[in-house]
């Protein structure tokens, strides 16, 4: 939900109502942060390198074709044989 949804909701209440809101919000800046997420900032690269560890190996198509070059020469040439039909 954005910032502009939740605004939207509360412009439906009443005054007594976003009053009670207001509170509320502003109760919740002096209330100390939750431990569990003090530290969750970590590193972008750190976060995918954490992801590519817990992620399955997956299959390569040609694994035989060593050049990266032609690996995606190749794949694209069936690719395009495919959609135009020329599969033999």
């Known amino acids: 939900m954005t910032i502009t949804e939740?605004?939207?909701?509360?412009?439906?209440l009443t005054i007594q109502e976003?009053?009670?809101?207001?509170?509320?919000?502003v109760?919740?800046?002096?209330?100390?942060?939750?431990?569990?997420?003090v530290g969750q900032?970590?590193?972008w690269g750190k976060a995918?390198?954490?992801?590519?560890?817990?992620?399955?190996?997956?299959?390569?198509?040609?694994p035989e074709i060593e050049d990266p070059v032609e690996w995606l020469k190749h794949l694209r040439s069936e690719q395009r044989k495919h959609r135009l039909g020329d599969e033999e």
């Open 6 to 12: 939740i605004m939207e909701q509360a412009k439906e």
């Open 18 to 25: 976003r009053k009670e809101l207001v509170k509320l919000l």
């Open 27 to 37: 109760d919740t800046l002096d209330t100390p942060q939750d431990s569990d997420t």
């Open 41 to 43: 900032d970590i590193h």
């Open 48 to 62: 995918i390198n954490q992801l590519f560890d817990e992620m399955e190996p997956i299959e390569m198509k040609y």
